[in-house]
């Protein structure tokens, strides 16, 4: 017979499920107002947002009336602490697309600055980087986590290349300044979203492993 | 008599504060060495980190060992939760010095860019902010938890004038564009510190009353 604490256990997967979902529909909607020059599409993103910081204290709320109700230990004590961090990265990938959206809004009062060069790209592998973390969470899969934590780098190669690249086209024309001003920012919204990704994958290793492998104390 | 429960809360309280001294002097170190061109400061800041993290680590085990084993209710465990996050927080201001110094290692390869605008009253401000976050934590201090989520206004505003500022720097000299680049991100790590102390604040104000003053939910 299943427990009550295993079905409130499985409310709180469900729940941080549910908001990483809404985190990938706004990364992917704050894409689109770019590559489309879309700016209503905005208003999507700050609606998902409201919708996402309304799950983040519900979810805070459940995983402290779990511990106050269910004592938990081990690993059920484990997985309700790496849940309260998981949470608040997921809100913050929700802040993220929202600046990427403000970010987008500046830069579609210019002229478009011919390509997005590797920003799409970038996205994409952040993308499965949000998606692959949360599946990790919820299967326990420490092979899942890690992978996400080695994509990390090539998100911050990325990163890197996109701002030289922009870096010469402000150094060349001076007319792109502001607009490849936007997309530096924009990338750098990109590269924290990664990193929360990260951040939330170095949580499953804890949660599943009881080993801490943050700040590099172990190599990958 | 006092509860061998109180000197651990006390040994967790010490810790947090330990690490957010830490934090002040990597602000302070990252700072001098933009204002003082001294790239040397830069290792100082790294040897910060390596006891940042380390602490970091420490606290996390600290919070798990007590909610495993003191099994808390009410005030104690959301203080104990609050710790938690505030150690995220605090790591994360760390993470933003090394940012920092990282920026005015590649400002300094080039000349000066004569002012540093208001970044070092955006610095002073944001310092004041961590310090107040943490004193907040330790007295549960709501008011003044209160008054450094208004003060995160007044880094907000200072952010963006700086990039206005430097952004017309760019315009007008080509030859400005890649230091001004760095500053504009200088500014932004910044902002950034400004962001993990009102963080703390909110964790703050939810632990000593109970209440969710995240996403504007109550008028400041």
Known sequence: MERVFDIELKELRDKLIYMSQIGEKMIDISLRGLVERDKELAK????????????????????????ALRQPIAADLRLITAAMKINSELERIGDQS???SENTAIYLEHPP????????????ITKEMVIDSITAFVNEDVGLA?????????????????????LTYMLSDATAIHRALCLILIS?????????ATNICE???????????RHHMEKQ
């Open 188 to 196: 750098q919204n990109i590269e924290r979203i990664a990193d929360h």
């Open 113 to 124: 600055l011919k390509p997005l060069i590797d920003i799409p790209r970038m996205v994409d």
């Open 44 to 67: 999507q993103v700050f609606e998902c947002e409201q919708e996402i910081n309304k799950l983040h204290i519900e979810v805070d709320e459940l995983c402290i009336r779990l511990l």
């Open 203 to 213: 949580d499953v290793v804890f949660m599943t492993l009881g080993k801490d492998i």
């Open 146 to 166: 890690r992978s996400v934590l080695k994509r990390d780098d090539d998100v911050d190669n990325l990163n890197y290349q996109i701002f030289r690249e922009l």
């Open 98 to 100: 929202v600046n990427i």
